[in-house]
């Protein structure tokens, strides 16, 4: 791989599920490669005829920048299901424990902010809705400072038992939905009917969590932010490894391909395994 070129040898894998909706998709024997062609995409096969999703878990993992928010919201919308952001829980935890003075090497501190504070989710088809101490905070927590803590409360243990626990309650009462984090298909939602990863380069990921920053956060450098993303990447891999299996998951590079590229790719998988339900 050369990160200097910022790109990869993008290859796709594509699981052939024939059970019922509401499966799990992890049988190495169905799975099949498809390389990509000369014009950037791969080469997917026609989709089937689809019957109305009525419930269905989608799930998207992968490393910061990814494209996992963006595209796990324009896909909920296209599907007209719900939107989870799980991610926005643990940035809801730093935040509080920041706006607080927290030293979050206290981890009895820290884990009493994630017990005890008042955290709500309004999970609509396009955007999820984070609500702390009564206060929307859904842009507030996009902050680099906000996402350099929330590093070190996702590697505490309690916490996320905590919050994967309340990731589980709130699906009970989605029904469908989209699910992006870094552990979703592996931990979270092992039984989900689809199971993506979204990969791209370390550079790319990281232009792209600057482009996102809200106009209100302190000003970064590419390198600052590239800095950030490779300091992620350290820590957070482990979470989706197992889905880098074969059979486990649907892996594209995005590298090189637009939001609704991408978009476009997941919404045919989702809709060949409805047709196939």
Same mark, same amino acid.
């Given at each position: ?6 790109? =990869? ?27 990509? &062609? ?8 026609e ?7 009525d ?33 926005a ?13 927290l ?19 309004? @999970? ?15 842009? +507030? ?29 709130k ?5 469908? =939905? ?10 979270? =939602? ?8 979204? #990969?791209?380069? &370390? ?23 590239? +800095?950030?993303?490779? #300091? ?18 649907? @892996? =594209? ?6 939001i ?7 919404e ?10």
């Amino acid at each position: 791989m050369n990160e200097a070129q910022g790109r =990869f040898d993008a290859r796709v894998t594509a699981i052939s599920y024939s059970g019922p909706v509401g499966g799990s998709t992890n049988n190495a024997a169905d799975v099949e490669l498809i390389d990509r &062609p000369d014009d950037g995409g791969p080469v997917l096969p026609e989709p089937k005829p689809h019957s109305t999703i009525d419930r269905m878990v989608i799930t998207i993992d992968g490393p910061a920048g990814g494209g996992k928010s963006t595209v796990a919201r324009r896909l909920s919308q296209r599907l007209n299901i719900a939107y989870l952001d799980t991610g926005a829980m643990y940035r809801a935890v730093a935040y509080l424990a920041l706006e607080r003075g927290l030293d979050l090497t206290n981890l009895d501190a820290v884990i009493d902010v994630a017990r005890d504070m008042d955290l709500s989710l309004d @999970c609509g088809p396009v955007n999820t809705v984070v609500n702390v101490e009564g206060r929307d905070v859904s842009e +507030t927590i996009r902050s680099l400072d906000v996402s350099r803590a929330t590093t070190v409360i996702a590697g505490i243990q309690p916490i996320r038992d905590m919050l994967v626990a309340q990731q589980r309650a709130k699906a009970v009462s989605l029904r469908s =939905f989209v699910s992006e984090g870094r552990d979703q298909g592996s931990v979270v =939602f092992p039984d989900a009917d689809v199971k993506f990863i979204l #990969e791209a380069s &370390p550079y790319t990921r990281a232009q792209r969590r600057l482009d996102d920053l809200p106009p209100a956060a302190t000003p970064v450098t590419l390198d600052e932010m590239l +800095t950030h993303v490779r #300091e992620r990447d350290a820590i957070d891999a482990k979470q989706w490894e197992p889905l880098l299996q074969p059979g486990a998951a649907i @892996c =594209f590079d995005t590298t090189d391909l637009s939001i609704e590229a991408v978009v476009d790719r997941l919404e045919d998988q989702v809709r060949r395994r409805v047709g196939n339900g």
